[in-house]
């Protein structure tokens, strides 16, 4: 008897298993589902209930139930946690390049249809960052690094997404120019989507391209940095904040369209071309009250060196 009952135990987790393959095939054809298997290894606890309950002295009816409600439960609650919060670290893959100790971390993510608004934010510690030309992707990056580690996040609400990468480690030090160097973060976008940016950087050299992106804000906090950033004029309105150390910074806006700069900078060096003062910080275009486009900058700094050209 004992024997026959343990073959029907078997026979039971052996049946649940494939039921269990079989509601996920359902849930990747029929309902777009995607398979993060970092987030389905999370659920191993599952399969100790399973095998808790075939153990119980409980008729097979019974067991049967409760295991199919298990099973639901579970794929609810993955469900959720890949729609409510869409964790794409899994999705970055790591491989050591030909350089000793030089890390390379590739993230990417592919577009949504209905995305329309995105926020960016990019926490890094000194090193060289660049935002390129716009991908078919929503987001491409490559993190470049054997001190900086990168973790990528992705959520989605509606018609927005956020798109954060962080930092894994900031306990690290950077004691010259070459360590700088040695880091290197990349991104691209998609062309579609309206973005908000907060870059939070320590010592770095960024290079930001935003002339083929449509950007609503821009806020930049760093430390003693140097900022190369190219405004467009694919949106109507645009706010640029930033805030520095001593550092030095061009940012490069269209001739066609309006900007209104203000500037609250002790012991600073200014160049900006084509505008004229309004008041002791305040400087504007001539066309800032007539251009389709504009575009608001706000600095905040000191011993900083100020650059501001038409393109």
Not at 55 to 75: A, D, F, R, W
Request: aromatic fraction near 10%; glycine fraction near 6%; charge should be negative.
């Amino acid at each position: 008897m004992d024997n026959n009952k343990n073959k029907k135990d078997d026979g039971l987790i052996g049946g649940i298993i494939l039921i269990a393959i079989g509601i996920i095939a359902l849930m990747v054809t029929f309902f777009d589902v995607d398979i993060v298997w970092s987030e389905l290894a999370k659920f191993w606890p599952v399969f100790i209930i399973i095998f808790g309950l075939s153990l119980l002295p409980l008729n097979k009816l019974l067991k049967s139930v409760c295991v199919v409600v298990v099973i639901i439960i579970s794929c609810l609650i993955y469900c959720n946690e890949i729609n409510g919060n869409e964790n794409l670290s899994d999705e970055m893959t790591s491989e050591i390049l030909m350089e000793e100790d030089v890390e390379t971390q590739e993230f990417s993510s592919p577009f949504k249809d209905n995305i329309t608004e995105a926020s960016v934010e990019i926490n890094y510690g000194a090193g060289m960052l660049y935002l390129n030309s716009p991908v078919e992707e929503l987001v491409k990056a490559r993190n470049i690094s054997d001190q900086i580690v990168q973790k990528f996040y992705l959520e989605y609400e509606g018609s927005h997404a956020d798109i954060v990468f962080d930092v894994e480690d900031d306990n690290y030090q950077v004691n010259n120019v070459e360590e700088v160097k040695s880091n290197r973060f990349d991104i691209s976008l998609n062309q579609t989507p309206i973005y908000d940016f907060e870059l939070n950087l320590g010592a770095s050299e960024l290079n930001f391209d935003f002339s083929e992106y449509k950007v609503s804000d821009i806020e930049i906090n760093s430390g003693a940095s140097n900022i190369d950033i190219k405004l467009g004029e694919y949106y109507n309105s645009t706010k640029v904040v930033i805030n520095t150390g001593v550092s030095k910074i061009r940012i490069g806006i269209p001739n066609n369209s309006g900007c209104r700069l203000e500037c609250e900078s002790v012991l600073s060096l200014k160049d900006f071309d084509g505008f004229v003062k309004k008041s002791s910080n305040v400087y504007e275009t001539s066309n800032y009250s007539s251009a389709e486009n504009n575009i608001e900058i706000e600095f905040e700094g000191a011993m900083s060196e100020f650059e501001v050209y038409r393109y």
